[in-house]
């Protein structure tokens, strides 16, 4: 079985230096695990653990499931959309000042003050 280090340390083992990184795997047998059992783990445990939960996409039969929002996000999100809808007014002109067209466009070139 294989073993696998929880936790960066360094040792001599048999005059040999060595130095163990967190998730380094090592056999059962291996000298550097005797006397530091605590530093390793069952690499079935740590996969075990790490195996990602499977959340189910319905509810179960007869059970009733939240559709909508919170009314106190429900409002914020409906203020939000209401001031992301409403354009910026155009460079140069005031908000509430003509619809953005040109003189030319507008058709009344030369008739400024009338």
Same mark, same amino acid.
């Given at each position: 079985?294989?073993?696998?280090?929880?936790?960066?340390?360094?040792?001599?083992?048999?005059?040999?230096?060595?130095?163990?990184?967190?998730?380094?795997?090592?056999? $059962? $047998? $291996?000298?550097?695990?005797?006397?530091? @059992?605590?530093?390793?783990? +069952?690499? +079935?445990?740590?996969?075990?653990?790490?195996?990602?939960?499977?959340?189910?996409?319905?509810? @179960?039969?007869?059970?009733?499931?939240?559709?909508?929002?919170?009314?106190? #996000?429900?409002?914020?999100?409906?203020?939000?959309?209401?001031?992301?809808?409403?354009?910026?007014?155009?460079?140069?002109? #005031?908000?509430?000042?003509? $619809?953005?067209?040109?003189?030319?466009?507008?058709?009344? @070139?030369?008739?400024?003050?009338?």
């Amino acid at each position: 079985m294989t073993r696998r280090c929880k936790a960066a340390f360094a040792a001599t083992v048999n005059g040999v230096p060595k130095v163990m990184r967190p998730g380094t795997l090592v056999p $059962d $047998d $291996d000298p550097v695990i005797k006397g530091r @059992e605590h530093l390793f783990e +069952d690499v +079935d445990a740590f996969m075990q653990r790490k195996t990602p939960r499977v959340e189910e996409a319905t509810a @179960e039969p007869g059970a009733r499931r939240s559709l909508s929002l919170p009314r106190k #996000q429900a409002a914020k999100k409906t203020a939000s959309k209401k001031a992301a809808a409403k354009p910026p007014a155009p460079a140069g002109q #005031q908000e509430g000042q003509g $619809d953005g067209r040109t003189q030319e466009q507008d058709g009344t @070139e030369g008739t400024a003050g009338a």
